[in-house]
């Protein structure tokens, strides 16, 4: 039998009808809804007169357009203070209510950011097909699984037929071995990845994330890097499964239970790339080059490490690379050769479907700690990625470390991530933040992201400016 | 879906690579439920000199006179010429809708991002990809002449200069035979719902705990 791909395995097992110019009927297992891609899905079903495929198939929660103070989420979806947010809101609910699919609803403990619910409840797991209209749903290839973002279109498709019409992708196998340096975090690989292959390196790959570093990796930390595989341009990135996914997975609400478990357990630990597998395409980092990462300009890949200089255009000999980066440095406000250090940053934010998991929250709350938010940073938010991380949070008393530090501890959502809601950048304004994409108005009309770990930011807030975040975990093992 | 053969449209620049969906379409106007009114938002934040919240009335807001699309010379544009990784980020289909709307039926680039490349095809755009020199190419022709116009042929598959010049494109069977015809592919699906169920039963053997609820 030839050697298989995880991508390979995934895909040749949920093949309904294979066509003959390469496209393919692929079965979805699972569909996660969100309220901004899906309300014209189900119009057009309703318009055509069908009806949900598999409606226990589908869980939906809204979390782009939801507020993430106390105060405007005390009543819900009428308390959504921007009218066109609370219709969206509220039309997820109506579609799900009318359809019978069960959605954790604003206020609902459960509620939280899609690609953070999905995994944490067990809702998707290894071996699935998973889609989403979100392109961060590369995400749950941490489990193992095969899952993509998809649009509207596709969401009506899914919904009405479980089945998207794909073309397979190639295999990309991208490796770092060794073993990362203390204080070097999931965040600072993936956009150490991101600057290497640039963000159309992955165009037309699906991404298997493998060596050394992924396999002693936290569960929390390949979903923080199989989040960002979008950013390299591939819509899916994967894990294999191991007894990290597994230990991971068991006992989550949705996962099987007794003898569903065991037969899924030994199915799942099929799920690696054979011996001898064939790559298309085979990237190599070694972890000891890695080193905290700040991106710099309007694209991920525009990303150094800490201690570097922002680039100058004059160096680059590619006229549209040069203009390219000239534009970026002028939408940045930032000076060719400049030190990433001396760049001062007005607002923090920690959270995203990228950085919002309670590894994350701990991790920002151990720099902070005893510390002050610097008077000169307007303002810090930590955004919990559901209302599960904002309670385990608040169970180990990291809000309060938060609190202590003058840094505002919200409600959970995408928050400041693309700034649906009210949190957002001012015109020019500078952000640490741990979110996935830094383009133009991205966070906020003429606000500048820089995209770092939420140990960086959390740096930042107290610093006031970048800084390695190592120099302030001198002390530490 | 509205059917795509031939087209012959004037063509317009969007000279930068990595052009992404946030910049295509900003996110304020995601907030809608419905799949139009998103043309008059096309490129918002490059194409005004002030930001955009969905109800404004557009006429009454500075327009950017240095964004080539507000040129005289591009009015009435269906073809855009772009660069490499256009579409790249977010997988809002409601960048296709806005650039459907503003008028582009299709769009040349180098390369083009996976999730958006699919969406234009479920909305008749239909993106062409071509080598880096050929797209470079026909900038050169559009900014050297004033009305400069290109022919898309899809059932033969290439792009025609006023020249002449052709550039020939792939494109896959099925996606084809979908925008010719002006097929919804959903219906399409439909037609192998045998086959989807006699999967589904067969993975309900395999993996019961998918089905357990």
Redesign the interface.
């Known amino acids: 039998m030839t050697a298989k791909t995880l991508y390979d395995k995934l895909w040749d097992d949920h093949i309904v009808t294979q066509r003959d110019d390469g496209s393919a009927l692929i079965y979805i297992d699972r569909h996660i809804v969100h309220e901004v891609t899906s309300p014209q899905a189900f119009e057009g079903l309703r318009l055509a007169k069908r009806k949900p495929w598999r409606v226990d198939s589908i869980l939906a929660t809204p979390d782009h357009n939801v507020p993430t103070t106390q105060k405007e989420r005390a009543d819900g979806v009428s308390g959504i203070a921007d009218p066109t947010s609370r219709i969206q809101v509220q039309t997820l609910d109506d579609n799900c209510d009318e359809l019978g699919i069960l959605e954790f609803k604003i206020n609902d403990k459960r509620q939280g950011i899609v690609h953070v619910v999905g995994p944490e409840t067990g809702a998707c797991l290894p071996g699935m097909t998973i889609v989403c209209g979100d392109s961060h749903t590369s995400t749950n290839g941490a489990l193992g699984a095969l899952s993509m973002g998809i649009g509207t279109s596709e969401v009506e498709h899914v919904l009405a037929t479980q089945c998207l019409v794909a073309k397979k992708m190639q295999n990309m196998l991208v490796q770092v071995n060794g073993k990362l340096l203390h204080g070097v975090t999931p965040k600072d690989v993936v956009l150490a990845i991101i600057g290497k292959i640039g963000t159309a390196g992955g165009t037309g790959y699906a991404i298997e994330f493998g060596g050394d570093v992924f396999k002693a990796m936290s569960m929390e930390g390949r979903l923080t890097v199989c989040n960002m595989a979008i950013e390299a341009g591939a819509r899916a990135g994967m894990v294999a499964v191991d007894d990290i996914t597994l230990d991971y997975v068991k006992g989550r609400t949705f996962a099987p239970k007794g003898e569903h478990w065991d037969i899924a357990e030994k199915a799942w630990r099929e799920l690696t790339s054979d011996e001898g597998a064939h790559f298309d395409k085979v990237v190599t980092l070694d972890a000891a080059d890695i080193t905290p990462q700040v991106s710099w300009g309007t694209s991920p890949e525009m990303v150094s490490p800490v201690s570097a200089n922002v680039p100058n255009p004059d160096d680059e000999t590619d006229p549209v690379k040069k203009e390219g980066l000239r534009r970026a440095l002028d939408y940045m406000g930032l000076q060719a050769g400049q030190a990433i250090t001396d760049i001062h940053v007005d607002r923090v934010f920690i959270g995203s479907c990228t950085n919002s998991r309670i590894e994350d929250i701990r991790a920002a709350a151990q720099v902070v700690k005893g510390l002050r938010k610097a008077d000169s940073v307007k303002e810090a938010i930590v955004v919990p990625g559901s209302g599960e991380v904002k309670a385990q949070a608040e169970k180990e008393g990291l809000d309060k470390i938060f609190i202590d530090a003058n840094i505002e501890w919200r409600e959970p959502g995408c928050s400041m991530c693309l700034a649906m809601n009210a949190d957002k950048l001012g015109d020019g304004e500078h952000c640490a933040s741990t979110s996935n994409r830094n383009f133009e108005g991205r966070q906020g009309y003429g606000g500048r992201t820089h995209l770092v770990s939420p140990e960086m930011a959390a740096a930042a807030a107290i610093k006031g400016h970048f800084v390695d975040v190592r120099e302030m975990m001198k002390g530490e093992a | 879906m509205r059917a795509f053969t031939t087209l012959k449209g004037l063509a317009a620049p969007m000279d ?3 052009v ?1 969906t ?2 295509i379409i ?3 106007f ?6 139009t009114g998103f043309g008059e938002n096309a490129f918002d ?1 490059l194409r005004y000199l002030d ?1 955009g919240e ?2 404004k009335d557009n006429s009454n807001r500075p327009v950017n006179p240095d964004f080539p699309l507000n040129f005289a010379r591009y009015q009435g544009a269906s073809v855009l010429l772009a ?3 256009f579409g ?6 409601h960048a ?1 809708w806005a650039l459907d709307e503003y008028g582009f039926r299709a769009i040349i680039a180098p ?5 958006f490349f ?2 234009c095809f ?2 008749a755009i239909l993106p062409i990809v071509l080598d880096e020199k050929d797209v470079e190419t026909l900038f050169a022709q559009m900014y050297a002449q004033e009305g400069y116009s290109i022919e898309v042929d899809l059932p033969e598959q290439v792009v025609r200069t006023p020249e002449g010049q052709t550039f020939s494109f792939d494109i ?3 996606r084809k035979h979908c925008l010719l015809n002006g097929l919804d ?2 219906g399409i ?2 037609q ?2 045998d ?2 169920k006699a ?2 039963q067969a ?1 309900a053997q ?8």
Do not use: H, V
């Open positions: 930068r690579p990595n992404d946030d910049l900003p996110k304020q995601l907030k809608s439920i419905k799949r934040e930001e969905p109800g660069r490499e990784n790249c980020g977010s997988s809002r289909e296709p390369s083009f991002a996976d999730i699919n969406n479920k909305n896959d069977a099925f592919d959903i699906t439909m192998s719902s086959d989807i999967y589904e993975r395999r993996a019961p705990w998918l089905f357990a609820s």
